[in-house]
């Protein structure tokens, strides 16, 4: 089965390859890169999600061997894009994914009454610290943050401008809810409300650490869950 992973606002796919060690050998780790970052550091930066669902849609339309199953693992902004993007098969009449993972994020209804993408350079510095999962000798490098922070802030904004639509359909998927019990943006009924975007099965996790629990010390818990959930539907 392949996973095809979707990372956070500023992130590139290469963070994901910290799970290969952990991960089941049925398993095909697939991380998606995003627009202006990795090996897509040249193609421009999305504009909105719609443009970034188009753009992971046709990776994985390319990619995804046919009759295989696979599933999608998104994280903060990664789980609004599976989620659009799951919208985005459904209108293409795409097989659907056995399985989707929403980490580190609120329902796509859910609109947060702050917004950082507009933030002067030292504020949104500033909120980037607050978030964490930045090493200390990044924000030393003034070469590595110019690179990235118009990277972020492009993110953000597309993550913070988004409309939601409702849809007059349910995933028809069986989903898992992950959160870091320590993450400033969890909201303790987060897993309750995603539970009622499927008209399948649900399970919520809750892993010790902050927004970036899945990369740190969580990292093994979260692989081990995978792999039970993505293997019983290979039995």
Not at 29 to 49: H, M
Not at 70 to 82: D, K, M, V
Not at 108 to 114: E, N, V
Request: hydrophobic fraction near 30%; proline fraction near 5%; charged fraction near 25%.
């Amino acid at each position: 089965m392949r996973l095809y992973c979707v990372p956070y606002a500023g992130g590139s796919a290469s963070i994901y390859n910290k799970w290969k060690k952990g991960l089941s050998e049925s398993i095909v780790l697939n991380p998606v890169e995003l627009a202006g970052r990795g090996l897509k550091f040249s193609k421009p930066l999305y504009e909105s999600i719609q443009q970034s669902v188009d753009d992971v849609f046709d990776y994985i339309y390319r990619d995804l061997p046919d009759e295989e199953p696979y599933a999608l693992f998104g994280h903060s902004l990664g789980s609004l894009i599976i989620y659009e993007l799951y919208n985005k098969m459904h209108e293409e009449q795409f097989r659907k994914p056995i399985h989707m993972f929403f980490s580190g994020r609120e329902t796509p209804d859910y609109k947060k009454d702050q917004v950082y993408y507009h933030l002067p350079e030292g504020q949104f510095i500033d909120r980037i610290k607050e978030m964490g999962g930045t090493p200390d000798e990044f924000f030393e490098n003034q070469q590595l943050m110019d690179m990235f922070i118009p990277i972020l802030r492009k993110d953000l904004e597309m993550n913070e401008t988004y409309t939601y639509e409702e849809k007059p359909y349910k995933l028809q998927c069986d989903i898992t809810i992950l959160n870091g019990a320590e993450d400033e943006g969890y909201i303790l009924d987060c897993a309750e409300h995603w539970r009622g975007y499927t008209e399948q099965g649900s399970a919520a996790r809750i892993y010790k650490g902050g927004h970036f629990y899945l990369f740190e010390g969580s990292m093994h818990r979260v692989t081990s869950m995978i792999n039970q959930t993505l293997t019983s539907y290979m039995e």
